[in-house]
C-alpha cells in the first residue's frame, strides 16, 4: 500500500477489484459502484500491481478454485504478503513489474469497462 488511501479504503478497493477474477458472472458495474470516489488511475495501479498478481492466477487455472468470491481475510494477506516481498527482493520486484504488464495486457478489456463505468457514475453525481 503506497498512503494514497487510507488502509481501510486500500483493503475495500482490493476486495471489490479481486471480483473480476472469480470464474463467474462479473458484475462491472457493481464494482465500479464499490469503488465511487478513489481516482480511477490509482485504481489501475492498485488492479495491476497488487491485485491482479494476487487473483488473475485463478482464471489461469484449468478448474479456477473461485469461482464465488475471494475470502477477505486470505485475499488481504495475501497481497500484503506479495507487497512485502517486493520490497525485501529485487528479483521480486522486477518480477512484479513484468507481470504488471502481462496482467495490463491481458485485463485491458475488463479495466477499459470498469474505467467507462466508473466515468459514467461521476458524470452521474454531477449531472
Not at 465511487?36 to 495491476?48: C, K, N, Q, R, W
Not at 512485502?84 to 512484479?96: D, F, G, P, V
Request: proline share 7%.
Amino acid at each position: 500500500m503506497d498512503g494514497s488511501l487510507p488502509a481501510q479504503t486500500h483493503e475495500e478497493a482490493w476486495e471489490a477489484l479481486s471480483d473480476l477474477f472469480v470464474d463467474n458472472e462479473v458484475d462491472i458495474a457493481g464494482i465500479a459502484a464499490r469503488l465511487a470516489g478513489i481516482p480511477p488511475d490509482l485504481l489501475e495501479e492498485i488492479l495491476f500491481d497488487e491485485v491482479a498478481p494476487y487473483c488473475a492466477p485463478n482464471l489461469l487455472a484449468p478448474v479456477p478454485p473461485v469461482w464465488s468470491g475471494f475470502a477477505r481475510e486470505p485475499l488481504l494477506a495475501g497481497i500484503k504478503a506479495q507487497l512485502q516481498q517486493r520490497r525485501h527482493s529485487r528479483l521480486r520486484a522486477l518480477a512484479a513489474c513484468l507481470s504488471g504488464r502481462f496482467w495490463r495486457w491481458r485485463y485491458a478489456r475488463e479495466w477499459r469497462e470498469l474505467r467507462q463505468c466508473l466515468a459514467r457514475g461521476a458524470d452521474a453525481n454531477f449531472g
